[in-house]
């Protein structure tokens, strides 16, 4: 994703405000009111999130707007569908991207970051890893908490319904199968998921 300084193609700087107004106003008028957790809100957040590790990972420019683009799109996916949401959002990004001025280069590298936010994804590079990290850095702040509430509660309107143990259970295995990508996120997130993990261990063991 990093630019060749050799390149001698002229770099095109997309209309990021004028995506994230359309995104947003599309968002809050096409996802379900079910949505508790996966809303514009969550979409905000992960935004700001990459812009924090945007800045301690030193990534500017137009790599800093393909990031930011990308945290927009990533749950679009769900005004289409609540399974394999990525694939749907990354389908809209490339529908729409164009119309902001985002090149078929820039368009792809943007599909791509919206698939590496799928969990079963590995990421292959810092770009990845930032957003993957940005997509869930909520497990290892303040906000875990009201986070799982609003998880549990979207779920239910998906009819699953998780018993109290059940639901100790899926987010001791969330969080034991959860790692953090990114230097920044493993020392300032994970110290925090950690302790909230061992907290929910101890939880669970009263119905034992």
């Known amino acids: 994703m990093a630019c060749n300084k050799h390149n001698n193609k002229k770099l095109i700087t997309p209309d990021y405000p004028g995506v994230e107004c359309y995104i947003i106003n599309r968002l809050q008028r ?3 009111e079910t949505n508790y957790y996966h809303n514009v809100q969550h979409t905000l957040e992960t935004i700001t ?3 924090e590790f945007a800045y301690a990972m030193s990534i500017i420019g137009n790599e800093l707007i ?3 683009t990308a945290a927009l799109y990533h749950d679009t996916g769900y005004i289409e569908t609540f399974t394999n949401n990525e694939t749907v959002g990354a389908k809209i990004a490339k529908d729409t991207l ?5 090149s ?3 368009i792809a590298i943007v599909a791509r970051l919206i698939m590496a936010t799928d969990l079963t994804h ?3 590079d810092r ?4 957003i993957c990290d940005a997509d869930l850095e909520y497990l290892g702040t303040d906000r875990y908490y009201e986070c799982a509430a609003l998880l549990r509660r979207e779920l239910a309107a998906q009819d699953r319904d998780f018993t109290e143990p059940e639901w100790l259970d899926f987010q001791i295995n969330f969080l034991q199968q959860h790692r953090f990508f990114t230097p920044i996120c493993r020392e300032t997130r994970e110290p925090l998921k950690e302790h909230y993990l061992q907290q929910l261990i ?4 009263k119905y034992q």
């Open 30 to 32: 096409e996802l379900p």
């Open 49 to 51: 999130a990459v812009e």
């Open 66 to 68: 393909l990031l930011k």
């Open 98 to 102: 164009g119309q902001f001025g985002y």
């Open 104 to 106: 078929p280069d820039q």
């Open 122 to 124: 590995d990421p292959i």
């Open 127 to 130: 770009f990845e890893a930032l």
């Open 202 to 205: 101890k939880l669970r063991r």
